[in-house]
Structure formats: C-alpha cells, structure tokens
C-alpha cells in the first residue's frame, strides 16, 4: 500500500511537469507580476481570471510538445483586458521595444519625416496632425494642416487602410523623395530626406501677431526635460509680451509624473499627487522651483527648475486621445486657476499611475499600482470634462483652419477685453 500511495505521488508530479512550457511559463509570470502589483480600481478577481485563462491556453497547446511563448499572447492579451483597466495592458516584444524607445525619448528604428498623420474620410493623401521637431518634417517647412497626396510622384491609394503603408515603404530607403503638399488651396512640391529621428517630443512654443501664445505640449516623457522646458518657453512667452496661452494637449497620452507636476507648476503655486497602492502611499508635488518626494513628513527634493509663473489668461485644448498625466495637468489647471478647457472629454485613465514590467521573452505590462489622491484624501475623477465641448474638425483643418485653436483664441479675447475694461 505505502508503494501505492509513493506512486500516486509520482504520478502527480510527473503530470504537473508535462504541463510547463514557455507558454506556460509566461502565463504563470504574468499572473504573478498583476498580483503583485496591481493597485487600480478594476474590482475584477485576477485568480478566477487565472483560472479562466489558464484553460485556454491548455486548449491552444493540446497538441504541443514544449508549446512555444508565442501561442500565449492572444491568451494573455484577453486576460489582461478582461481587467477592464485602460491603463493595464499587454505588449508583445515588438510594441513592447517600441513603447520603451519612445518612453526613452531614443531614437526609430527606421528613417521617418517626423510627423503624426490622419486619414481623413472623403480627402485625398494623409493629414499632418503633428510635426515634431528638430525633423526632416520642420526642416522641410510642413505645418500642421498639410497633406500629403504623392510622393515621387506617385499619388497616395485611394483605399485608406493602405495610405500609411505605402508611405512608410517609400520612406524606408532613407533616399530624398519629393512629397506633393496640399496646404489649404495651395499645391507644391517639398524635397525631404527622412533619417533616423530622436522620438523625444518635447513642448514648443508659436507667438502670434494677435499676442496670443500657444504652447504645444506632445508628451510628457522624459525625467528632467518636460518640466524645465515647458518653465522655459512660458518665461519666453513672458519676455515676448504675449497677452494670454493657449496650451494644446490634443493628442498628448502621458508620461513621466514628475514632468506633468513641474508643468502645471508654471502655471498654479503648488500641484500635488499622493498614490495609494494596496499596501501603502506615496506623495509628490511641485513647489517653490522644487520637484520633490514627501518622506516621513518632510519634503525630500528631487530637481531644481528656473521657476516662472504665468499669471495671464490661459486655456486648455484637450481632446479623447489626451490622456494620463496630460489628464492630470488639465486637473490641476482646472482646479489651481479655473483655467477654462475646450474640447471633448478625455480618455479617462487620469486618476491612477502605471508601471512598465519587461517580462523574460522581452514583451511587456503596463500595470496600474496605485490610485491618485488630492490633499483631502479625495480620489480624482477618472477624464477631465471640457467647460466647452468641442470636436477636431479635420476637414476645416485640411482648408487651413485649425477651428478648436480659433475657439480657445476667442475666448482669451473676451477675457482679456474684460480685463482692459475692468
């Protein structure tokens, strides 16, 4: 009988080590990393979605040997969205090397113009939405608005899906090509050289003649960049006599928390973050030129800015795509100034911080850890809400007329009309 029982033994064991594989393995690792970690508000039980999953994935590998790490990203990606947390996602190792050069500020890995293009239902080519800068793309003299419609020569496909892949492929030499530009009713043709581009976006400045500057703001990557730039240009903006801001966060999903601070700084005389995780809290803010961690009671600094402080009307541009720590500036706008907002309600993952996790086949997690607290210990909401609801319009846009811009432009008109009246 006790030899029975040892092989019963035996027979478990055995049967549990047929199960292991590289698909296995990595299920098992990321089941652990969100148990871990996790922090956010999703009230989801990843144990039972462990289970779920898990039967999944035995179904894919039935047939397997050693089932191969590939076969487990549908699997896990489905596990992780079943989280229901915009924030908490998975990267296969292609995306996930992506995501971190962008982080990372560092450069493509292929020769680019530096420009976020748009397809546009019912309009030829593709629309310029952003030009980056230091580019071939700002070299070349492309602006906002611009389309593309043939390079070389060779018009753009009329099916839409296929615009950016044709493109792309036509870029990828890195040889000189000649694009064809449409800008409003004016039609031209622009030599560039694409290269290896820096995807660091840091935040410009434009001054216009009606003395309203507009500062864009693309992204808030990059530790002890974002921060001290976005000061510097709202100092030139100061210098420049510039009468009220536009500050532009279309399209900007995030970044690093320090930089989304130190900005808002240029504008409200504190900003303030405590993340709550499952196990403990963290405080960090900005104040008096300083960005620091709270430890113990005491404000520990962590960098010094040239700090500046914009008085002048400002308002905020946001839209859907606007996200994360671009959310938790406009709330600290909203609720440090009153800073009116103008666009359409944003993504709606601003009341949480994330981490990124590199797992052994090189693909990723973005994981919610903690959930953001005010002073009072009051959660913010998950998306800003506009003060005036407003839509892109591409169209209007391709004709010259950026007409969100225009709406932010007006109204820092009126303010400052009530202002001279006053």
Excluded at 72 to 79: E, F, K, N, R
Excluded at 336 to 354: C, L
Excluded at 384 to 395: G, N, R
Aim: glycine share 10%; proline share 5%.
């Amino acid at each position: 009988m006790a030899n029975r029982r040892f092989w019963g033994v035996v027979l478990v064991v055995w049967a549990g080590l047929g199960l292991a594989s590289p698909a296995q393995d990595l299920l098992g690792e990321v089941s652990r990393l969100l148990a871990d970690y996790y922090g956010g508000f999703s009230q989801v039980r990843l144990q039972e979605l462990r289970q779920k999953y898990q039967g999944e994935l035995e179904k894919i590998c039935a047939q397997e040997v050693a089932c191969p790490v590939n076969k487990a990203y549908t699997v896990i990606g489905s596990l992780v969205a079943e989280i229901g947390d915009r924030h908490t996602r998975y990267f296969t190792p292609e995306d996930y090397a992506e995501i971190q050069r962008r982080l990372a500020g560092s450069s493509s890995n292929r020769p680019q113009l530096g420009v976020q293009l748009q397809v546009v239902p019912g309009l030829e080519g593709l629309l310029v939405v952003e030009v980056m800068t230091e580019t071939p793309a700002e070299e070349a003299g492309l602006r906002r608005g611009d389309r593309i419609l043939a390079v070389n020569g060779e018009p753009l496909p009329q099916a839409e899906a296929e615009r950016n892949n044709f493109l792309r492929e036509r870029l990828s030499t890195g040889g000189p090509v000649s694009l064809t530009i449409q800008r409003a009713q004016q039609r031209f043709e622009v030599e560039v050289r694409p290269r290896i581009i820096s995807l660091r976006q840091l935040p410009s400045l434009s001054l216009r003649s009606d003395g309203v500057a507009v500062l864009r703001i693309p992204s808030f990557s990059g530790y002890q960049q974002v921060g001290p730039r976005i000061h510097e240009l709202v100092r030139q903006a100061q210098a420049a006599g510039a009468r009220g801001m536009v500050i532009d966060l279309r399209n900007n999903g995030g970044g690093v928390l320090s930089e989304c601070l130190v900005g808002a700084g240029a504008f409200v005389e504190e900003t303030y973050r405590r993340l709550q995780d499952n196990l403990r809290a963290s405080e960090q803010g900005y104040k008096d030129g300083y960005y620091y961690f709270r430890s113990g009671g005491r404000d520990r600094p962590q960098y010094e800015v040239q700090a500046v402080r914009w008085t002048a009307p400002v308002v905020v541009l946001v839209n859907e795509r606007t996200a994360s720590c671009a959310e938790y500036f406009t709330f600290d706008l909203q609720e440090g100034r009153q800073a009116p907002v103008i666009g359409q309600p944003t993504a709606g993952v601003g009341n949480t911080a994330t981490i990124f996790l590199r797992l052994s086949d090189g693909s990723g997690l973005q994981v919610t850890t903690s959930r953001a607290q005010r002073k009072d210990g009051s959660f913010y909401p998950d998306r800003v809400t506009p003060s005036v609801s407003f839509s892109d319009d591409f169209q209007a846009l391709a004709e010259g007329r950026d007409l969100m811009l225009e709406k932010a432009v007006e109204l820092l008109m009126g303010v400052n009309t009530e202002i001279e009246q006053q």
